[in-house]
């Protein structure tokens, strides 16, 4: 959500509210084909100068009008045809500025580094053919020649094509030139790895951030590293789509722990190692850091972003402590603040979800329902929006943390929490994290909910926050180094 995104986003909760799915303070729209398919853009010959056309489907269901853009830029042959559909209705004209339009550029072949492996002059042909500009040398920028995200898009689904496995969007923005690109394709085709370089330019150590439940890893994790100091290297661990989600087959968080720990090997083999996760994610990385411990790894810092421990007591209701009413009333006043400022489609859905849930559990505690008791997804999200293989991914984390035992952890954590928790549940203010941990460990409260906390402004104090506690933990671990290399050696 921004002022420059905020027509898209009327025009979308206008023509398809119904396939509006939300997630981390934003929005997705997952559009069925065929109900995308009835759309087309058509020009209303009454519009004033200078206005969009109108947007009417198929069915004459719904007009819409697009109101005012801000240009794209470099994006000329997108601008262009734009300015056509606002100008003129002549068909010969539009025919004419788009033949135009689609004309190849030529540059000096003097200016253009040429490619050195077969994967760059497959690159260097994809953006001729893309951007239609040629020649396109290895050290040329993608943006700089005229591409823009749409053209991005459609050059990823290309690069899946070639090699065989989808790449995240994010990477052309750490990777802008064929050369950085190639490079690092290579590198991620190469180890098959479910690492995601989210932002791999710095020389500190770097920072790994599981995936929450669901296998999302890049959207909210990008937010966070765009306001992370420059220097810092950031890698999500992906969900893998593979065996455990396909095949319905239950799945122990530490199996997942120890396998995400082969990865984050590939690319760092000794520690110290600092992790991280949102929610669900913070279950695991908060196992793989227990594990490392145990095989004599050093683990500089684990960051656990309002993610609380699995079976340690934080759901249970402890409604005879002296305090709990109080930190009840305070906490409903939250989620009170927090419902209210959702939108009157969005609190009905909400309760209904609820109220569908909590029928299904009485059910079940009146043995009125049959067959084994599996996680009601529709406590945490609403499924309509989530594709098959999403849900049967939420369906296996979830499912994996009620059934995982959290054990104790002697280390450096550091628990990010907003100020809202769920309605039933202890209440504790550390979420009974304390309970576990023996080493150094501490509590940040940040605003935002648990929804948002990966947008503006929340996002900015999240990062502020984690950034400090890197750049303490760092200057801790080089002062350890630095007294454990001066101390006298005795020989026995």
């Known amino acids: 959500p921004s002022a420059k995104n905020k027509p898209a986003l009327d025009f979308l909760e206008a023509t398809c509210r119904e396939y509006q799915q939300p997630l981390n303070g934003g929005s997705v729209f997952r559009l ?12 209303n010959p009454e519009s004033q100068p200078g206005r969009a056309g109108d947007m009417i489907d198929s069915n004459s269901r719904l007009t819409q009008s697009s109101g005012h853009a801000p240009g794209v830029g470099s994006a000329a042959r997108f601008d262009m045809c734009r300015s056509i559909a606002l100008e003129t209705t002549d068909v010969g004209a539009i025919q004419e500025q788009i033949r135009k339009a689609s004309v190849v550029r030529t ?12 994967l760059e002059r497959q690159l260097c042909r994809l953006w001729e053919q893309l951007l239609r500009v040629e020649p396109v040398g290895v050290n040329d920028d993608f943006f700089a020649l005229g591409g823009h995200s749409l053209l991005a898009v459609r050059m990823f689904a290309e690069i899946e094509k070639l090699l065989g496995r989808k790449f995240p969007l994010v990477t052309l923005f750490q990777a802008p030139t064929i050369e950085e690109l190639a490079l690092v394709l290579e590198r991620e085709q190469g180890a098959g790895s479910l690492l995601v370089p989210i932002q ?11 995936h929450g439940a669901g296998g999302d890893v890049l959207w909210g994790y990008a937010n966070l590293a765009a306001h992370l100091p420059p220097d810092q290297p950031v890698f999500g661990i992906r969900s893998s789509s593979g065996s455990h989600a396909d095949q319905n087959a239950s799945l122990h968080l530490e199996e997942m722990a120890r396998s995400y720990l082969d990865v984050v090997r590939t690319r760092q083999p000794q520690g110290p190692y600092y992790l ?3 929610c669900f994610g913070g279950n695991v990385a908060y196992e793989m850091a227990r594990q490392l411990r145990l095989q004599g790894q050093p683990v500089a810092l684990v960051v656990l972003l309002d993610a609380a421990p699995a079976n340690a007591g934080y759901e249970r209701v402890t409604w005879w402590r002296p ?8 906490n409903l006043c939250v989620w009170l603040e927090d419902f209210v400022a959702l939108k009157p489609e969005d609190r009905r859905r909400l309760i209904g979800r609820k109220l569908r849930a909590v029928g299904r559990k009485l059910a079940r505690r009146l043995n009125l329902a049959r067959g084994p008791a599996a996680f009601d997804l529709e406590e945490v999200i609403d499924p309509r929006h989530f594709p098959e293989h999403e849900l049967k991914l939420w369906q296996v984390h979830l499912e994996a943390l009620i059934a995982h035992i959290e054990r104790p952890y002697a280390g450096r954590v550091a628990l990010l929490r907003t100020r809202g928790q769920p309605l039933f549940c202890s209440l504790e203010n550390d979420f009974c994290w304390g309970k576990l941990i023996a080493g ?3 509590v940040h409260c940040i605003p935002g909910s648990h929804e948002n906390i990966f947008m503006e402004p929340n996002v900015r104090v999240l990062a502020s926050e984690m950034a400090k506690l890197l750049q303490e933990t760092g200057s801790h671990s080089k002062l350890s180094e630095v007294g454990r290399l001066t101390e006298p050696v005795t020989h026995l």
Request: glycine share 8%.
């Open 200 to 210: 791999p330019a710095g020389d500190k150590p770097p920072l790994f951030l599981v």
């Open 107 to 118: 540059r000096s072949p003097s200016n253009c580094a040429v490619p050195r492996t077969e």
């Open 440 to 442: 150094n460990f501490t």
């Open 323 to 330: 305090a709990f009413a109080w930190h009840f009333a305070r």
């Open 32 to 43: 069925p084909v065929g109900f995308a398919a009835e759309f087309a853009f058509r020009l």
């Open 276 to 278: 991280g996760g949102y």
